[in-house]
């Protein structure tokens, strides 16, 4: 399957807005777990694969397999000799994400009361 691109139609979005077809990455299962892995250095396959199943339950690897594969296509993850890691726009979306990661727990405690 090919990774979502801006410019052509993507889940939410029939213009396939860069932001939408962000999000249509993002949002495939354990995109974001792998970003959020990563961010915190270099992981060979099965240490990632451990660090995702601790965080959230158990990934296949062939669905981790898949995700690497969506996220070295899109320019957010790379192989490494130390296994993988985030690029440099990798590391700038983790930066811009983290954020989003602060005022989600605050939007949760708002939601529950």
Same mark, same amino acid.
């Given at each position: 399957?090919?990774?979502?691109?801006?410019?052509k139609p993507?889940?939410?979005s029939l213009s396939g807005?860069?932001i939408?077809?962000l999000?249509?990455?993002?949002?495939r299962?354990?995109?974001?777990?792998?970003v959020w892995? &990563?961010s915190e250095g270099?992981?060979t396959? !099965?240490?990632l694969?451990? /660090?995702c199943?601790?965080?959230s #339950?158990?990934?296949?690897p062939?669905i981790?397999?898949?995700?690497?594969k969506? &996220?070295?296509?899109?320019?957010?993850v790379? !192989?490494t000799l130390?296994? /993988?890691?985030?690029t440099?726009? #990798?590391?700038?979306l983790?930066?811009?994400l983290?954020?989003l990661?602060?005022w989600?727990?605050?939007?949760g405690k708002?939601?529950?009361e």
């Open positions: 399957m090919a990774i979502p691109k801006p410019g993507v889940r939410g807005a860069p939408m077809a999000f249509d990455l993002l949002g299962r354990w995109a974001m777990g792998i892995s &990563l270099p992981a396959f !099965r240490a694969q451990s /660090y199943e601790h965080k #339950g158990t990934i296949s062939s981790l397999n898949s995700r690497i969506d &996220l070295q296509q899109a320019k957010i790379e !192989r130390d296994g /993988y890691q985030l440099a726009l #990798g590391h700038e983790f930066a811009r983290e954020p990661g602060d989600s727990l605050k939007w708002e939601i529950e």
